[in-house]
């Protein structure tokens, strides 16, 4: 595989460690993952390059703790197949002792971790997999991890983006992934761990660090405008991103004439509108206008596109669409009343039919939609904020770690992306994910979309670059889209904080450079 330019890592990355998050719990204001360290900051780690074409075990301050890694061939050729019998040989009898698996507890569950435990178990009698683990998992662990006491395998155990993620690595948490990644897939004969991985995956889940894989991508995720088929269907109403973003509004007020709410959201939480919001400045104004945000240009937020954008939004709001009440709902209660018929649309992402399958009514339908582009769009009509992978999975440096990696290369298995499409309703991290699988319209239609973008995900860094910018942003939101605050005084209050930022010796400056498309 090619290695991809910084540019490219920026479109095909983002953002899921932020869909694990609101997987999980819905998480009030939705926001990006941090940026991808620069090469200056990659090279300022403990870590430094290793020999090319071999794989990492004498990397210098890198300390294997198991005999196993320091025992693997330092001759290995990276690229080179590993079969099947070459790395059973590897990993030699299973351990006597559980071999370690702590997962945080989150939206996904540990039902697809035990069903990776059981096939690994059946494959290697003898084999014990001990799972467990909670939402707090990161507190549970600390200890254990700062005593050397490390898992085997699980979700990266350290919280707070990439650039926390590192000190995992810096520190000897994580072991490399190199090998693995070189070793035949499961069940899939010929075929290296890194030919089933989805392109941008393996990129997604680098942290930026460059002289090794030191964790592994989970799930493929998008969100946007998620509809009812069925009424859609009933209507004859298109799908929103077959049409126009003039279209789309027309339609709303089809849909209002019909007695049905066109929209609902999460009132308590306003900023899931950031789903509509942010794409919709992409696709009017263009990549120019996110990397002028994302830079502090001065100006940029006054960008004639981009308060078209919000007083869009403010149309929206404003011309009776939204279900009565839904301001004081909570996101489950404001996705509810999508889920019971009585609005066609709500903002979401990959993990609402997940999140809301207890109180879904039998043999209801819904498909995500991305955000309708407008007619004479500076952005690419079919982009949607999406992620291809991000630094989900980790083996520890500790007792097991090429057990570790046996668990993930189980994970990485046709078997295993069929249960999280069926059980769980996500598309694993991997090419043909969901093929054999039989998968709701509402992952399809995610799996679609994502197809139909060509790898043009639209993102801003600003949120997480300059946080005084983002607090404007995020104090806002309920008076943006209710008109409580004018387009043109939220920009005013935008274009001061970004010119604080901008004027702030102490605040560290970063460059956007993926300008174009």
Request: charged content about 25%; glycine content about 10%; aromatic content about 10%.
């Amino acid at each position: 595989m090619r290695t991809l330019t910084r540019r490219e890592l920026i479109k095909l990355t983002g953002g899921v460690l932020a869909y694990a998050v609101l997987a999980a719990c819905a998480r009030p204001t939705p926001t990006p993952e941090p940026p991808k360290p620069t090469k200056a900051e990659v090279k300022a780690t403990a870590v430094p390059e290793v020999e090319k074409g071999v794989y990492p075990t004498g990397l210098t301050g890198f300390e294997a703790r198991a005999d196993s890694l320091k025992s693997l061939p330092v001759d290995h050729k990276k690229g080179t197949l590993i079969t099947e019998d070459e790395w059973y040989a590897m990993l030699g009898d299973p351990p006597a002792e559980d071999i370690d698996a702590a997962f945080w507890l989150e939206g996904y569950g540990h039902g697809w971790i035990k069903f990776v435990a059981g096939l690994l178990e059946t494959v290697h009698p003898g084999a014990k997999v001990k799972v467990w683990g909670d939402p707090r998992i990161w507190e549970t662990l600390r200890p254990r991890l700062v005593a050397g006491d490390i898992p085997d395998v699980g979700r990266a155990w350290i919280t707070g983006g990439e650039a926390v993620q590192i000190k995992g690595v810096e520190d000897g948490v994580y072991a490399p992934l190199d090998i693995l990644l070189d070793v035949e897939a499961y069940r899939q004969p010929g075929k290296r761990v890194r030919d089933v991985m989805v392109e941008g995956g393996l990129e997604g889940a680098s942290m930026g660090l460059e002289n090794a894989q030191w964790a592994m991508p989970l799930v493929q995720g998008a969100t946007g405008i998620y509809y009812n088929v069925a009424m859609f269907e009933e209507h004859g109403w298109p799908a929103p991103d077959e049409l126009t973003w003039e279209e789309f509004m027309d339609l709303g007020e089809k849909i209002k004439a019909a007695g049905i709410a066109p929209w609902t959201y999460q009132g308590k939480y306003p900023g899931y509108m950031e789903l509509v919001l942010m794409p919709l400045i992409y696709k009017r104004a263009g990549q120019q206008a996110l990397c002028d945000i994302d830079n502090l240009v001065e100006g940029a937020w006054k960008n004639p596109d981009v308060m078209w954008a919000m007083e869009q939004v403010q149309k929206m709001y404003a011309s009776d669409w939204v279900f009565p009440g839904a301001e004081a709902m909570s996101h489950t209660e404001g996705q509810q009343v999508f889920m019971d018929g009585k609005a066609a649309m709500v903002p979401c992402g990959v993990w609402l039919e997940r999140e809301m399958e207890e109180t879904t009514p039998e043999g209801f339908r819904m498909a995500l939609s991305a955000v309708p582009a407008p007619k004479d769009s500076k952005g690419l009509a079919k982009a949607i904020d999406a992620s291809t992978g991000g630094p989900a999975l980790v083996v520890g440096n500790g007792k097991h770690p090429l057990w570790g990696m046996e668990f993930l290369r189980i994970v990485y298995s046709p078997q295993t992306a069929k249960y999280f499409a069926e059980e769980i309703g996500s598309a694993l991290s991997m090419v043909d994910s969901l093929k054999g699988a039989a998968v709701s319209d509402a992952l399809q239609s995610a799996t679609d979309r994502l197809a139909a973008a060509e790898g043009h995900y639209p993102k801003f860094w600003f949120r997480t670059w300059y946080p005084t910018v983002d607090k404007v942003l995020g104090d806002n939101w309920g008076d943006l889209i209710w008109s409580g605050v004018s387009v043109e005084e939220l920009t005013d209050k935008l274009e001061r904080a970004a010119r604080e930022a901008r004027e702030d010796p102490d605040v560290v400056k970063q460059e956007r450079t993926d300008c174009t498309d």
